[in-house]
């Protein structure tokens, strides 16, 4: 057992516990935050996906030891932002999620590739969700809510 101390959706937070355990099962046990989610546990479906001082990791694969002084934001800490209202409104209104396994995860995704492409390209959507799987939409959908997001959002990104 160690004392792992990162921030934690914009809070300071020390847990003891042993480095190896993957930060989705701290987030989830720990800290009860259901957002990222278990799903292949491989790092192949994004159903877990986190920013990790901005950037999207799969906190699946991810052990505890990693996060030490790291910024870790989950969907829970993203929705209170008006980047996140702007992406949900945006997802609601073009269909974007449907039974909802795999939003929290394309919303950050969505968060991360938004960061690096204010105005994406629909390659670079495409590219920016490749990494999270849906079996619902068939991504056009998800597609176009990052692309309405973009449109209504402008001055956000």
């Known amino acids: ?8 959706n914009h ?3 020390e847990v003891d516990a042993t ?3 993957r930060l989705l099962d701290i987030i989830r046990e720990h800290f009860h935050l259901t957002g990222p989610k278990e799903g292949c546990g491989e790092g192949e479906c994004g159903a877990c996906s986190v920013l990790m001082d901005g950037h999207l990791i799969n906190s699946c694969c991810t ?4 996060v030490q002084g790291h910024e870790i934001v989950t969907i829970e800490g993203f929705a209170k932002t008006k980047r996140y209202e702007v992406l949900s409104e945006a997802f609601h209104y073009e269909g974007g999620s449907q039974c909802g ?3 929290p995860g394309m919303i950050m995704a969505a968060e991360s590739l ?3 492409h204010p105005h994406p390209s629909e390659e670079q959507i495409r590219i920016g969700l490749s990494g999270n799987l849906c079996r619902c939409t068939g991504y056009n959908m998800i597609v176009k809510a ?8 402008d001055g956000l990104w």
Request: hydrophobic share 45%; with cysteine.
């Open 1 to 8: 057992m160690s004392k792992i101390t990162f921030i934690l």
């Open 11 to 13: 809070q300071n937070v």
């Open 19 to 21: 480095p190896s355990m």
């Open 63 to 66: 052990p505890l030891a990693n």
């Open 101 to 103: 396994a795999c939003t």
């Open 114 to 116: 938004l960061r690096k």
């Open 146 to 153: 990052i692309q309405r997001a973009v449109e209504k959002g």
